[in-house]
């Protein structure tokens, strides 16, 4: 039982034990429970009839227990983050490589914004959605994609002139409030960092699309088969330590679950990550 059970079979005058009621309460209340209860010991171990002293005390305890239905009623109670937010947002670049476009409007993402009910936005998805998870590489897509398409996305069809690129703001991006708008695209190329995260962020959102019943295309950008067999690839660009070796090892685990082969031979080679920043260096070798 929780808590708010236990205060209900309280109230209806029911028998419970006691001793796992305090270990419920609010610190604040454990120590003063007697200003609160009244108890009397019944026939069983541990079990007591517990009657209200201070009905204020009680109703207060009563309303903070009982389990919230959205955001709002959790704030009341002090708790807002037991709920999520009831709508979401997704920064967007529209026809990210349309020239005309950005001559007649100026260069700002557009957002998108995302409820349960509603799906709003102010521009035609294209086919292919881009998702760029590091800031820095979003704002700077020109640079990032033009290292990164080059060599991962050899067995990827896409059109440039039909990309919409979206910032993944880490792991924001996995909301299931964006289902509808990930409906709108026939492909979704995710371009993550190759890490642990990186790789939870996909399986989280090949989940997503599961539950969902998404039918557009997720695939995962990764290293290609050529890169991950080049010593000088390796070594300047998978340079970031894991924290712990159990990172290392779950991400290698979790890359052959994706079937994502040739990223878990570069985690085992290198025995590192790396953050796809690394491709805007590549821009200035």
Known sequence: MNLHQYLLAIQEGKIINFTRFLTLLPK????NWRHIFSVSKVKGNGK???????????????????????????????????????????LV?????NHQYWQE??????VVVCSHSELALSFKPQK???IIENQENFFRY?????????????????????????????????NALHADFFCQYQTILCCFDYDLGGLTMFS????????HTINTELLFMQPSNNQVNNEKFLKTHFNKTPEKPESWQQAIKLAEQLDLVDLAHAFQHTRAFMEQEVYLSDRIR
């Not at 989280?204 to 539950?211: G, V």
């Open 28 to 31: 604040l209340h454990q120590q």
């Open 48 to 90: 007591f009839l517990v009657t209200v002293v201070d009905k204020a005390c009680f109703e207060q305890l009563l309303s903070a227990a009982t389990t919230s239905t959205n955001r709002a009623e959790a704030a009341v109670k002090g708790n807002s983050h037991q709920h999520k937010s009831s709508m979401s947002f997704v």
């Open 93 to 97: 670049f529209p026809e990210a490589f």
């Open 105 to 110: 409007k100026p260069k700002c993402p557009h």
């Open 128 to 130: 292919t959605l881009v």
């Open 142 to 174: 020109n640079e990032f994609l033009a290292a990164l398409l080059d060599e991962t996305s050899s067995n990827v069809n896409y059109d440039l002139q039909a990309l919409d690129i979206a910032f993944g703001h880490g792991n924001s991006i996995t």
């Open 204 to 211: 989280t959102l090949r989940k997503l699309f599961k539950a």
